[in-house]
């Protein structure tokens, strides 16, 4: 990002966002690598990876009869605010940089 671009919070937060992508994809490769030989890569220089299991339930709405799920007065509805991030009308979008780990 260039300085000039560090005042504007929509272009700041689009490339906060990509580093966070970046960021979860490489956390979901290094999960994988652990879970697919959880005997090694385990112990590290300064951490310890332990690999643990979850049980827990869910509930199936779907499974509902459909007289409930149309009823509604077994509905709510709710407002959220989201903020997106699109690209300019006359800008192309900065190629995404490598995000540099500093151990």
């Given at each position: ?19 966070i992508?970046?960021?979860?994809l ?7 690598t ?8 385990l112990?590290?220089?300064h951490?310890r990876?332990?690999v ?5 339930r ?12 149309a ?17 300019a009308?006359?800008?192309t ?10 151990h």
């Amino acid at each position: 990002m260039h300085k000039a671009d560090a005042a504007n919070p929509a272009d700041e937060l689009a490339e906060v966002r990509a580093a966070i992508a970046r960021l979860r994809l490489r956390e979901a490769r290094l999960c994988a690598t652990i879970l697919a030989a959880p005997d090694t890569g385990l112990e590290g220089r300064h951490f310890r990876a332990e690999v643990a299991e979850r049980r827990f339930r869910l509930f199936d709405a779907a499974r509902l009869p459909e007289t409930v799920l149309a009823d509604p007065r077994y509905w709510s509805e709710s407002v959220t605010q989201e903020v997106r991030c699109l690209p300019a009308a006359a800008a192309t979008p900065p190629r995404p940089r490598r995000l540099r780990i500093v151990h």
